[in-house]
């Protein structure tokens, strides 16, 4: 598959299950140092308040008539009320750059102004400059530092999103 032509309507965002997991925490290893434990991901799929998506990409493989899905990224969620806290958003390395990432944060966010959410956290690492891009690119902007957030000690920025003003 030629990861630069990827066709983006061969994507699809769902609800994640338990047969997504295992995918889910391969790429979370992938990307973080400090990844959550792949028992936190099947809590995840248990928790009321846990909004958990995943993107996948469905694809043939050449010369056979079989088709793929595999979980290329993954948003999930805490919603409270009218209050939500994005904890993490992911996507696979060899995706990454395909516009996954805001395919996937855009979805959230639709469904968050359907639940009439009116505010949306997230902190991000001080560092991470795409993702700040992103956040912002959707209307975040900075609230707060946390300084020493990360086990590394470096600090967070804190994002708010305001929705349903």
């Known amino acids: 598959m030629e990861l ?21 925490y391969e790429i979370d290893k992938e990307n973080f140092v400090y990844h ?8 995840e799929l ?5 909004e958990f998506f995943v993107a996948k990409y469905k694809y043939a493989q050449r010369f056979t008539a079989e ?9 999930i969620c805490w919603v409270f ?11 696979k390395r060899k995706f990454q750059n395909k516009k996954i990432g805001s395919k996937l944060l855009a979805y959230l966010i639709n469904v968050l102004r359907q639940k009439n959410v009116e505010h949306v956290y997230l902190e991000v690492r001080e560092r991470n400059f795409v993702a700040i891009k992103l956040y912002q690119k959707f209307g975040f902007k900075q609230i707060a530092l ?8 470096e600090h967070a920025i804190v994002m708010n999103l305001e929705l349903n003003p």
Not at 36 to 43: A, I, Q, R
Not at 46 to 50: E, M
Not at 67 to 75: A, K, M, P, T
């Open 4 to 24: 630069d032509l990827i066709d983006i309507h061969r994507l699809i965002i769902e609800p994640a299950t338990l047969e997504d997991i295992q995918q889910v």
């Open 36 to 43: 959550w434990s792949l028992e936190s991901f099947y809590n």
């Open 46 to 50: 248990k928790y009321k308040w846990s």
């Open 67 to 75: 088709l793929f899905c595999e979980v290329v990224g993954y948003i």
């Open 81 to 91: 009320d009218k209050e939500a806290h994005i904890t993490n958003l992911s996507v």
């Open 146 to 153: 946390r300084e020493n957030f990360y086990p590394d000690g």
